[in-house]
T-cell receptor, first 111, second 112 residues
Framework: GENVEQHPSTLSVQEGDSAVIKCTYS??????FPWYKQELGKGPQLIID?????GEKKDQRIAVTLNKTAKHFSLHITETQPEDSAVYFC??????????FGQGTTLQVKP | NAGVTQTPKFRILKIGQSMTLQCAQDMNHNYMYWYRQDPGMGLKLIYYSVGAGITDKGEVPNGYNVSRSTTEDFPLRLELAAPSQTSVYFC???????????FGPGTRLLVL
């Protein structure tokens, strides 16, 4: 079955710096790759997603890149702010929305 | 939480007890999912449903049961609670025409 590996597990950056989180997946048939942000005590919230027919997608300070050949995708956050501090999860799915999640990255943005 | 309600918010169970975690939506979405999240880990899919009357297993279905008699509700049943079921349980919904899943606020379950 599908397996998603996420790195790093923790990331600390200074406010204004960029943050990059990387994920690899094993199932070449996976075609949908969302990124979720989870704040303490809350459910995950979708921040950006990408489909396998697209190489890059951007939404203001957030971007996601996908390399299908290498089976990896990355989240890029530019100009980080303290409110970006949270746990971020990548996921992959191939059908019916059965998401396989990575282990999560705790991002700390220091003012 | 995008129209997803989960009850209770928190529950302590004794080993061997049973309970039902409730999930309700007011968005009329076809797809509903149950995930569990263990401390410091990602979410794992327990069961899902593509519509009323249709359910299927996810990655970690053992020890759980579900039913989907209406579009709005998707309860998750634990028959014989075990300490390994201590976790936070999230329900999610999705419209068939979109990939986006919207998560509820979660139910924290402690089995002692």
């Amino acid at each position: 079955g599908e397996n998603v590996e996420q790195h790093p597990s923790t990331l600390s950056v200074q406010e204004g710096d960029s943050a990059v989180i990387k994920c690899t997946y094993s199932d070449s048939a996976s075609n949908y790759f969302p990124w979720y942000k989870q704040e303490l005590g809350k459910g995950p919230q979708l921040i950006i997603d990408i489909r396998s027919n697209v190489g890059e997608k951007k939404d203001q300070r957030i971007a996601v890149t996908l390399n299908k050949t290498a089976k990896h995708f990355s989240l890029h956050i530019t100009e980080t702010q303290p409110e970006d501090s949270a746990v971020y999860f990548c996921a992959a799915s191939r059908a019916e929305g059965k998401l396989i999640f990575g282990q999560g990255t705790t991002l700390q943005v220091k003012p | 939480n995008a129209g997803v309600t989960q009850t209770p918010k928190f529950r302590i169970l004794k080993i061997g007890q049973s309970m039902t975690l409730q999930c309700a939506q007011d968005m009329n979405h076809n797809y509903m999912y149950w995930y569990r999240q263990d401390p410091g880990m990602g979410l794992k899919l327990i069961y899902y449903s593509v519509g009323a009357g249709i359910t299927d297993k996810g990655e970690v279905p053992n020890g759980y049961n579900v039913s989907r008699s209406t579009t709005e509700d998707f309860p998750l049943r634990l028959e014989l609670a075990a300490p390994s079921q201590t976790s936070v349980y999230f329900c999610a919904i999705r419209q068939g025409s979109s990939e986006t899943q919207y998560f509820g606020p979660g139910t924290r379950l402690l089995v002692l």
